[in-house]
């Protein structure tokens, strides 16, 4: 499989998103993330995630999914690595950055982290 350069020169994004206190956050919250008017859902073609089956990250970022917000996809479509994904989702849930953001930001404030 080839990729053009770019695409391994991505931003990691906000470095606290990957924080292990952010990460408890988001479990205790991953059901409001689920059920969140700003969730979308990304509908997947079989020949797509046949492609991507073992490879989440892979399918996220061929999706436009930063790098930062992959694990709390990963979490929230039910899977503990990205090795678990089997290539049969069919619809996975998209996390909305207003939902992350201000998680993030009530994690901040409360830890006192700048």
């Known amino acids: 499989m080839?990729?053009?350069?770019?695409?391994?020169?991505?931003?990691?994004?906000?470095?606290?998103?990957?924080?292990k206190g952010f990460r408890n956050l988001i479990e205790n919250h991953l059901n409001y993330l689920k059920t969140s008017s700003y969730t979308r859902p990304l509908?997947?073609?079989s020949h797509i995630e046949y492609k991507y089956k073992g490879d989440f990250n892979g399918l996220l970022?061929?999706?436009?999914?930063t790098q930062d917000y992959r694990w709390i996809t990963m979490r929230m479509n039910g899977l503990s690595s990205p090795l678990?994904?089997?290539?049969?989702?069919?619809?996975?849930?998209?996390?909305?950055?207003?939902?992350?953001n201000s998680l993030l930001s009530k994690f901040l404030n409360t830890t006192g982290i700048q």
């Open 2 to 19: 080839t990729f053009p350069v770019s695409f391994l020169q991505e931003s990691a994004g906000n470095t606290n998103i990957y924080s």
């Open 61 to 65: 970022q061929a999706n436009g999914i």
């Open 43 to 45: 509908v997947l073609d």
């Open 84 to 100: 678990d994904y089997n290539g049969a989702l069919g619809v996975i849930l998209i996390p909305g950055k207003t939902d992350i």
